[in-house]
C-alpha cells in the first residue's frame, strides 16, 4: 500500500502516465479477448481495459463484484470510454477478495426492481451504488450550504441537547427514556433551546438529529431525521424570516451545484432557481384559490397534501417557482410559541414553505416578552416547571425572534423527485424499522 | 426596527457617523453627570457615554441589566474607551424593559464567586455573559475547522441515526428506550455506521450527540456529548491514522485563530502548536518511562489518569507539544473491532491523544477482514445477527482502515483550561441534570 495511489477523479490530470488506484471492483465482463473492469472509489468510477489474461488474479481468488484491489495501469483518453479516460495494460492486485454475491447487483437496473424492504435492509451496500451514493453526497453538500451561509449571515452554530426533561414542543409522540431512574424525553426539536440562545448569540443554527414517535407511517415522515434549524433576533416580522430561509435556500442549492456537479449528472438531476423573492401568499388567499378552483373549502384551519400538491403546481404555472410561501396559518394550528397577527385576528405571523408541492419548512415570528409566553404556554395547558429555562430567557430579555426548520431528508427527498423520503435517509427509522 | 441596524463589530468602520445599534444593557453606571452604558450584542460589546439625563428613559421604565434597547449615537475613537471606539450622545429606546435582578450578574467577578449548580441552573443568562459565551463561540469554531480541513482531505459528511436496534459498541452504560412496543437503545457512538461508510465514500466524517449514561459523576464526564468521528480507507496503519488527526487538529486551532480573535482576547487564552509531527511513544515505552520515575508500575493495561498527568507533563518539558500520542495499547483494553499490532503479541494498532495530559481522542486502525471481524465479535460475546448490518459491509469487500473520534467538549475544556467540562458544554447532561 506504500505506493502514491491516484484517485478516480485525479485519472484526467495524469495523461500517459502510469498510475495506481485503489478502490472495489464495480463491473467485470469479458467481451472476446478482452476483459473490461469499472474500478469504483470512494469519489467515482473509472474503466479498465486489459487482455482477457489480466482479470486472472481476480478469477483464482474467485473474487466477484465487490472486491476490493489496486490497479496500476496507464491512462489513456478515450471518448468511448466512459467520462472520456481509461486505464490500459491494467495490473490487478487483489487485497480483499469477495466470493459471495451480493444481495442486490448495483447497477441501476437491479437497483429500480428491487423491492424498497429489500433496499433498506441491504443499505450498508445498496448505498454503494454511484446512483445511491450520489443522494447522500448532495445531502452532505445542502449541509454544508445551510452552514456556511449562515456563518456568513452572522449566525454562530450551537448543538443543543436531544436528551430533555419536561415537556418538549408537544407532548405527544415523543420517545421516552429512563434517565438513571428518572423520566426523560428525546428533543422532538431543538426550538425552545435555539430560542434561548438568541438571548446569546441573536443568530444560531444547529444541524442535529431530532426524534419522533410518529405512529403512522407515510412517504414523507420518518421517527429520526435530521433538522437544519435556525433562529435570529431583532427581526420585524414573519416575513423577515422567511427572506433569511431564501436566502438560505439560494446558499444550499449553488453549494450543491458546485460540489456535485458529478453526483447531480450522476441522477440526471437539475437544480431548481431560487428566486430573488420567493412569491407568497397568505393563507386566506391559498383557501380562497383553493375553494375557486374547486380544489377544497374556502374554510379549513390547515392545508390538505392535495391542496399543497395544487398550490405547487399554481406556482410553478403563475411564477414558474418550485417554492411557494404561504403565511399567516390559523393561530389554533401552531404551537404556543408562536407570534400572533398584529392586523388579522386569528391568523399568526408564522408561514410554510411549500417545495413542489409539498411543505418542507415551518418557520415565522416567536413570542419574545415575557409574560406573552407565560399566558400562551398556560393556555396550551403546559406547566410552567416544566419550561423553566426556557422561560428565564425570556424573563431577562428577549428581542423580537423567529426563525425556521427545514427537514434535510425531505429535502432532498422533494429535491431530488424520490419516491419515499426512506430513498433519501442514510438509515431510516420508522414503526418497524430500527436496523440496520 | 425598521432603521438600519450595525453590530457592535462593524462601530470602527463608522467614525464621525451617527448611527443605530441593538443588543442589550450589559452594564450601565453613573459618574457624576455621567452615564455610561455598555451594550451588549450577538457578536461583541460597545460603550455608550452621555449626560446622566441619557438613560431616564431606562430609569422611567425600571429597566436594569439585559433591558433590550436601540440605541443612536455618534462613533468616536477613543483610546481610554474599552475597544478603543464609543458612542457618544447616545439616544436610548426601551424595547423590552428587564425590571428583575438577574439570578447571576454577568461580569466575571460575579461568575467566578458564583457556585457551579447556579451557573448551569441559569445557563440561559449565564452563557450571555462575554466570557461566558466565548467558549461557544470556540466550539463552533472548532467544529467548522474539522469540517473544512476534512472536506479539504476528500472525506464526505454523514449523518448515522441516534436511535439503535441490537448491541451497540459495548453494552454496558446505554440509555434504553421504547421504540414503538420494542427496545432500542441510543447510540453510544457511530462506530459501527461509520466503519459502514467507509464502503460506500471510503473517508467519511460525523458531528453529532453521543449517548453514555455514566453512573459515575466526573469533572470530565457527560452523559451526552458531541463526538467529532472520523473513518478512512486504504490506510497503511493505525500511525497514519494519527497522522490524519494532526492534520485536523491543525485546521481546528487555525480555524478557531481566524475566528474567535476577538474570543480568545476575552478568555485571555492562547493556542497551542500543533508540531508537524506529533510526539508519538508506545504504550511499553510509557509504562517504563512511568516505572523509571517512580510514577507507576512497569506492568499495567492502561494508564491512569495520574499517569496520563505525568506524561502530558514530559512531552510539555521534552518536546515543547501540549500534544503526546501514545500508541499499541493492549488489545484487552480494546473494543472487538480493533486490529491487532502485527508484530507485537497482545499489543493493538491503536492510539490514545493526551492533550495537555488529559485523554482527549482515541483512534487505530480496525478489522477490516470479515472472518477475523465475526471471529472478534464472537470473542466478545456479541450475538452476530445484533450486528448484522455492520457485517453485510464487511462480507461485500472493506479496505484496512481506521479513524478517530474527539470529544468536542472535552477538547474546549482543556484547550481553555476549564476546570469542569460542564462549563465547556451547553447545557450538561450528568446523573443529576436533564434540565435546562
Known sequence: ???????????????????????????????????????????GTVQAVGKATSVEPLEQQRAGPETVVSI????????????????????????????EGLPVALNDKSLAKAKLPTLLDHAPTVWRAPTRRAVLQISAAAMAGFRGTLHQEGFTEVQTPKIVSGA???????????????????????????????G?????????????????????????????????GFIEDHLEVARMLRTVLAGMTSTIEQRCA?????????????????????????????????QGPAQANDLAPSEERWLGQWAEREHESAWLVVTGYPMSKRPFYTHPSPSDAGASNSFDLLFRGTELVTGGQRLHRYADLVAAARGAGIALDSIEGYL???RYG??????????????????????NIRLGTLFPRDTNRAAP
Not at 419522533?212 to 414523507?220: G, Y
Not at 441522477?267 to 401568499?281: K, M, N, Q
Request: negative net charge; contains cysteine; aromatic residues 10%.
Open 1 to 43: 500500500m506504500n505506493e502514491q495511489r491516484i484517485r478516480t477523479t485525479q485519472v484526467p490530470n495524469h495523461i500517459g502516465e502510469t498510475v495506481t488506484l485503489r478502490g472495489w471492483v464495480h463491473a467485470i465482463r469479458r467481451v472476446g479477448k478482452l476483459a473490461f473492469l469499472v474500478l469504483r472509489d470512494g469519489w
Open 72 to 99: 496500476r495501469g496507464r491512462v489513456v483518453a478515450n471518448t468511448a470510454a466512459p467520462g472520456g479516460f481509461e486505464l490500459v495494460e491494467p495490473c490487478y492486485e487483489v487485497l480483499v477478495p469477495v466470493e
Open 168 to 198: 418538549t414542543e408537544s407532548g405527544a409522540n415523543v420517545f421516552g427514556l429512563d434517565y438513571f431512574g428518572e423520566p426523560a424525553f428525546l428533543a422532538q426539536s431543538p426550538q425552545l433551546y435555539k430560542q434561548m440562545m438568541v
Open 200 to 232: 446569546v448569540f441573536e443568530r444560531v443554527f444547529e444541524v442535529g438529529p431530532v426524534f419522533r414517535a410518529e405512529p403512522h407511517a407515510t412517504v414523507r415522515h420518518l421517527a429520526e431525521y435530521v433538522s437544519l434549524d435556525v433562529e435570529f
Open 262 to 294: 458529478s453526483a447531480l449528472r450522476v441522477l440526471s438531476a437539475s437544480l431548481p432557481e431560487v428566486p430573488e423573492a420567493l412569491p407568497t401568499i397568505s393563507f386566506g388567499q391559498a383557501r380562497a384559490m383553493l375553494a375557486e378552483a374547486g
Open 392 to 394: 428565564e430567557a425570556f
Open 398 to 419: 428577549m428581542p423580537p425572534h423567529g426563525g425556521f426548520a427545514i427537514g434535510l431528508e425531505r429535502f432532498v427527498t422533494q429535491l431530488l423527485g424520490l419516491e
